[in-house]
């Protein structure tokens, strides 16, 4: 049994009590998980799902792929196991041809670093999502390896004593695969006139950080209309976010910044923040925990 990382200790249980009264012999398991960290869907067709195994995954793409490629498997979610094709979600991409992972790999993520624990989200909701956009980023490169470069568009709006920050991720890979929309974010946040421009960049690279991209080759495009200026060495007693400014731009090691006062994408981003603020009931615009996340840094 191949137990694929999105399939919770709960309902991997759950699946033990289902395998026990339809009579499935469950000899070896193999948390995917525990073995092969970050290991992406094609991957895992790839190397460990064959005649003789079973895949337990609760992504429905991925389980109607595997059995596209005439692989078992068991769909599992919170109310529902099923062995059968799902109607209506289409299969996750077959095995990407890969650049540098053509072997299999201990763990598929990078390695850790000692700022993420510090900002990553406090609801578990958050987390699934990120969770969720990891994995699909994975899965679409074929693994973080695949990633070639990274365009993120930046702008703001303020509005009172609060901004509203919105940020678009653009990914690209080695392998031929379309590039890949990967995440389109906006923060609201009260903030001081003096503080804002460093905020924006603290808070993009902040999700640079937590979707474990941040040694991808980057480049941010900032709305020159919008923000005056990238900090520089900016001293702590100036503003409180200069010891997380620093650490962020620190943990991007090929990272740039491309001033933009003009261009499609910019264009675009500055006029759904424009729409943003006139919906107040959106539910696009998510609390920003930055200052609070500011204040772990400070000396």
């Not at 001081?192 to 902040?206: E, N, S």
Request: glycine fraction near 6%; aromatic fraction near 6%.
């Amino acid at each position: 049994m191949i137990v694929d990382e999105s399939v919770s200790i709960a309902k991997w249980e759950r699946f033990k009590t289902y395998a026990a009264t339809k009579g499935i012999q469950l000899v070896d398991t193999v948390h995917v998980g525990e073995l092969h960290p970050g290991m992406p869907d094609g991957q895992i067709l790839r190397f460990l799902l064959n005649e003789t195994t079973v895949l337990l995954t609760s992504d429905r793409p991925f389980h109607n792929a595997a059995l596209k490629a005439k692989k078992a498997s068991y769909f599992i979610s919170d109310s529902s196991i099923s062995g059968e094709l799902l109607p209506g979600i289409i299969p996750t991409r077959g095995v990407s041809e890969c650049r540098k992972n053509d072997r299999i790999q201990e763990s598929y993520l990078p390695p850790s670093n000692s700022i993420r624990p510090l900002i990553m989200p406090s609801s578990s909701g958050k987390l699934k999502k990120l969770k969720t956009k990891r994995r699909r980023i994975r899965n679409h490169f074929g693994g973080l390896n695949n990633l070639e470069k990274i365009a993120v568009t930046v702008s703001c709006l303020p509005q009172g004593s609060a901004i509203l920050i919105g940020a678009k991720i653009r990914i690209s890979g080695y392998t031929g695969q379309k590039a890949l929309d990967a995440s389109e974010n906006y923060w609201h946040t009260e903030i001081p006139t003096q503080d804002r421009d460093i905020a924006v960049f603290c808070q993009v690279l902040m999700l640079l950080h937590q979707l474990m991209l941040e040694s991808v080759q980057t480049e941010i495009f900032w709305d020159a209309l919008r923000i005056n200026s990238v900090p520089s060495h900016v001293p702590a007693l100036v503003s409180p976010f200069s010891n997380l400014f620093e650490e962020l731009v620190a943990g991007c090691p090929r990272l740039e910044f491309v001033r933009t006062p003009k261009g499609p994408n910019i264009d675009r981003l500055r006029r759904k923040l424009v729409d943003l603020s006139g919906n107040p009931s959106t539910n696009e615009i998510v609390a920003s925990r930055l200052v609070q996340i500011s204040e772990s840094f400070t000396a």
